[in-house]
């Protein structure tokens, strides 16, 4: 039996895609790369990679015939915010009609499903930390799709019996985010700012608003670790999680980590606050802890690996 990583060639996809290697499992990766990267798939004869489109009825229906899956990680999306904003009818068609395809496929089968949510189905509810029982108020099409895909992911458990869970990342950085764009994670922005810094070129990081807002970061180990732990575990059947640390850092505090490990970093320059941001952001971890989770890297710890400075 195999495994299916929708998004397998993306940031987060492509860890699951190497913690599963090492525990021998045989992977499928289905991801049309518009945003993912082929080398981001590490090499072995455990991967299988299927360029497609997780929109593709046809295909999907070929794969679930020829593949026997016990699992299904969907992963793949359009990340942005600001493509859902532009185009919310395409985006839409990915990031919600790919949910409800891949779990039609599912419903005959005896597959776990385990859906990547975002912790911006909270939008700006201003209580922290963040619980999955508090009211949402999804503020973008990326996190209004995000939204009624765990409602359709939770639907499948109570109406059809599919072993489904839906866990709301956090901010989420490590190796292989893409920085390139002003829309992409602040740590993979900064780091990327740093590192130019020290080979003498010449550059600045940019704060929008104070610097005083808080993020819940969470190493991308650990959210591996999170999709690892629930899938094989009855308990976590039907439910959603966070997936973060349970404690939050400012940006400035996030900087001063930074060149406490590195030494220097390039000068800083204040910005308006970027429109619809949002102040803080914290997750509440009891309910995943529960059942077992904890993350093994404070934000220094992280930062230390996916620098190299250990
Ligand atoms: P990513 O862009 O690196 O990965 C997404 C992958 O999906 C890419 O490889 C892309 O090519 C693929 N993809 C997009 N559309 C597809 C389609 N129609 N068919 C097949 N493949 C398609 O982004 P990521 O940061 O690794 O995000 C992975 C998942 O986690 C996404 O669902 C994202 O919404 C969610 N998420 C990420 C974060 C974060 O902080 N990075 C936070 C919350 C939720
Ligand atoms: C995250 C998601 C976004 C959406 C949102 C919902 C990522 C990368 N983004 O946005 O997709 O789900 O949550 O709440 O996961 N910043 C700077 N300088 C920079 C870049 C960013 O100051 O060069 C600020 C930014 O204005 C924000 C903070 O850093 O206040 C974090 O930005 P982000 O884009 O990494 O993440 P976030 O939480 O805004």
Known sequence: MSILITGGAGFIGSHLVEELIK???EIVVLDDLSSGKIENIPESDKVIFIEGSITDRKLLRELFSFYNFSSVFHLAAVPSVVKSVENPVETHHVNCDGTIYLLEEIKSTDAVFVFASSAAVYGDYLKNPK????????LTPYA????ASERYTLNSYTLYGTKSVALRFFNVYGERQDPSSPYSGVISIFIDRIKRFMKGEKTEIIIYGDGKQTRDFIYVKDVV???LLVYKNEKAYGNVFNVGTGSSASLLELLEILKDI???IPPVKFAPERKGDIKHSCADISKIEEIGFRPDYS???GLKKLLKYE
Do not use: I
């Open 23 to 25: 525990r021998d499992e």
């Open 131 to 138: 619980k999955e029982d508090m009211p949402v108020n999804p």
């Open 144 to 147: 209004v799709d995000k939204y």
């Open 225 to 227: 670790k999170a999709m």
């Open 262 to 264: 590195t030494g220097k």
């Open 299 to 301: 934000l220094k710890e």
